[in-house]
């Protein structure tokens, strides 16, 4: 009897593992044919990069706030390319969720979930998969790390790979999130852009808090609502755990940045598979 039910058990979980597979790579496959998410995904990064990047570079360094010198020892180009990444992972994560209506819509969610497969494994494998799509997103604009002038080495790279796929899985979650509650593309697009651009440009990914100052004498020089913004998002210390992996800079502790991340994974993932179940 206990062979048998070991067996079964071992059945099972193979059920779930090949489910949990087909389910990711139709995900990957899904994304890959769609040409738009590519280029977007090539050309996002490119205007923020070389454009934006190179424009605003001369008006970075040699701010004065009062006695203090604001001068952050690297380009603005060295400076927002870590947070270029986190654009390019964000977008793609939260809009890879958009498949959840899609599926919903004409009836593939459906039969997925009166297969065999819990719909743990089912959301599970939706969000790997878009995992996995945001982080190649995120590694193309690693491939303008030379433009950018940021020196990567290998342990830099692998490093940071793990944190976009940390930062991906609590995204894609998010963006399920938010398709678990929006019944409609349009409304999603414009729910997702409301939610994505406040998180980002509050997120200190195009202007760094002066680490010359103190926190009390930051909340003078800048508005205290913005700086309680930038404190209390959870983008901004993934922002800062990439900028510090890939140009040594860091303006908050280093152990934030992956604590935070991976509490925000835990929370979005456990919401979403509430709503998951719900629905």
């Not at 494998?125 to 799509?133: A, C, M, P, S």
């Not at 202007?207 to 004498?217: C, H, I, M, V």
């Not at 003078?220 to 700086?227: A, F, G, H, S």
Request: aromatic content about 12%; glycine content about 8%.
């Amino acid at each position: 009897m206990n062979g048998a039910g070991a067996r079964q058990r071992r059945s099972a979980l193979m059920v779930q593992l090949g489910g949990l597979y087909g389910l990711w790579l139709r995900e990957v496959k899904r994304a890959f044919r769609d040409r738009g998410q590519l280029i977007g995904g090539v050309s996002r990064p490119i205007l923020w990069v070389l454009i934006l990047g190179i424009g605003l570079n001369p008006y970075f360094r040699g701010e004065v706030y009062g006695a203090a010198t604001f001068v952050v020892p690297f380009t603005y180009l060295q400076f927002i390319f870590p947070a270029v990444i986190a654009l390019n992972i964000m977008f793609t994560s939260v809009q890879s969720a958009v498949s959840v209506i899609w599926d919903r819509e004409f009836g593939f969610l459906r039969e997925v979930l009166v297969s065999p497969l819990s719909r743990t494994t089912v959301l599970l494998g939706k969000v790997l998969g878009g995992t996995t799509v945001a982080v190649l997103h995120g590694c193309l604009v690693l491939i303008l790390a030379r433009f950018a002038d940021v020196p990567l080495t290998l342990p830099d790279v692998l490093k940071a790979v793990g944190l976009m796929a940390l930062l991906a899985f609590a995204l894609t979650s998010l963006g399920v999130v938010i398709a678990n509650r929006i019944r409609s593309f349009e409304g999603f697009g414009i729910f997702s852009n409301a939610v994505i651009l406040p998180l980002y440009f509050t997120s200190s990914s195009i202007f760094p808090l002066d680490p010359a100052l103190t926190r009390a004498q930051t909340r003078i020089v800048y508005p205290e609502w913005l700086v309680t913004l930038v404190e209390y998002n959870p983008l901004t210390y993934a922002v800062d755990a990439l900028r510090g992996t890939l140009i040594d800079y860091y303006q908050f502790a280093p152990w934030m940045g992956i604590a935070v991340m991976a509490g925000a994974a835990v929370v979005l993932f456990g919401i979403a598979l509430y709503d998951f179940h719900r629905t």
